[in-house]
T-cell receptor, first 119, second 117 residues
């Protein structure tokens, strides 16, 4: 079974400051990793994903995340945030095995981190 | 706008009511999903449909009954719900199941905020 821990439920920062949102996961097998963003009153949008290859993944809106297998982490970073980045951010994992391989489509989500960017 | 539309946006119902949530996508996707987002809890996958066939049911109580009449529409029929079922219900779609994830992502609707009194 997989699980995801987002260590901070809320992160307030000032505009143009750097930010890191932390995500740790546990799994007995290899996983695919995702970050989703949910703006107020909207559904989730994919920010970025790690499937394989380079451990530094770049996503939309200037965000990036680094996969660290030894620390089982996938922290999200942005060097300079904007007011418009205020949203809730969700880290998620899933098995790389598809349903026909006995796997699952199930994404396991963390509880989310609310990022508030203040002027 | 993600191309996935959910109605209604808000729903208040009593425990003895029967209601339905609707999800519609015109992205040409073949897979659709229901997720539940409760306050202070992680998102939970409820059901997965592929080509109108249910392929996953993650131990969801029978008071939630999904229906997928075609690949563009997904319903969640609600009957005799409990107050703890109050949550944001999110629909999502993806092009197909079992495709390399490099070409795959979920498109989410804005959700239906459900309150059970």
């Amino acid at each position: 079974a997989q699980s995801v821990t987002q260590l901070d439920s809320q992160v307030p920062v000032f505009e143009e400051a750097p930010v890191e949102l932390r995500c740790n996961y546990s799994s007995s097998v290899s996983v695919y990793l995702f970050w989703y963003v949910q703006y107020p009153n909207q559904g989730l949008q994919l920010l970025l994903k790690y499937l394989s290859g380079s451990t530094l993944v770049k996503g939309i809106n200037g965000f990036e995340a680094e996969f660290n297998k030894s620390q089982t982490s996938f922290h999200l970073r942005k060097p300079s945030v904007h007011i418009s980045d205020t949203a809730e951010y969700f880290c998620a994992v899933r098995s790389p095995r598809f349903i026909t391989q006995g796997g699952s489509e199930k994404l396991v989500f963390g509880k989310g981190t609310k990022l508030t960017v203040n002027p | 706008e993600t191309g996935v539309t959910q109605t209604p946006r808000h729903l208040v119902m009593g425990m003895t009511n029967k209601k339905s949530l609707k999800c519609e996508q015109h992205l040409g996707h073949n897979a659709m999903y229901w997720y539940k987002q409760s306050a202070k809890k992680p998102l939970e996958l409820m059901f997965v449909y592929s080509l109108e066939e249910r392929v996953e049911n993650n131990s969801v109580p029978s008071r939630f009954s999904p229906e997928c009449p075609n690949s563009s529409h997904l319903f969640l029929h609600l009957h005799t719900l409990q107050p703890e079922d109050s949550a944001l219900y999110l629909c999502a779609s993806s092009q197909e199941l079992d495709r390399p994830l490099t070409n795959e992502k979920l498109f989410f609707g804005s959700g239906t905020q459900l309150s059970v009194l």
